[in-house]
């Protein structure tokens, strides 16, 4: 991956299921100049396309045209994203973690398999694996909790640069962003 590719990760007060319409309203009503780029400067990032991501959420395959910004000063890319987009997962935030919360309490996460029949026995291992390579101690170390969500999110994208459950080191910086 290039190192020019960094995200942006969006927390709103909405709390709907992921889709192209929610998406694009959260991001119409953002002005690009309130961005600002992982470089530190504001108001330098204008619209450099976008590419197509799939999204597995309540036993649909939802495909989000995800936005991209490019900063006119270092010339760094950032893909636009909501919260509840685990970069490079097809699986949402909330069952991710909700699957985590049920195994760590001894309960079984078939109410998450039920509610999103398309994560299977793969993707449950995957998510497992994932966070004991990379989560479990980093959680740990931090004191940060499954129980909210929002927060955990918040303080993984602080702390670590990463979405929570995101692997791979792309750099990822939050924007809150209320309507």
Known sequence: HCDNNHMITIKTDICKPLSQKLYNEIISSIQLHQLKCSCG?????IGHGS?????????????????????????????????DI???SQIPLRDQ?????????GKSPVDVLNRNPLVDENNLRHILRNFRRHWKERLLSERLSLASLG????????????????????ANILFFFFF
Request: with cysteine.
């Open 41 to 45: 400067h504001s108001g330098c990032l």
């Open 51 to 83: 590419y197509r991501r799939t999204i597995k959420q309540f036993g649909e395959k939802i495909i989000l045209k995800i936005y991209r910004v490019k900063c006119n000063v270092c010339g760094k890319t950032h893909a636009l994203m909501l919260l």
């Open 86 to 88: 685990v970069p490079y």
């Open 97 to 105: 973690a909700d699957i985590l919360a049920n195994v760590l309490s």
């Open 151 to 170: 927060m955990l999110a918040g303080k993984c994208l602080a702390i670590y640069k990463r979405q929570f459950m995101q692997i791979r080191k792309t």
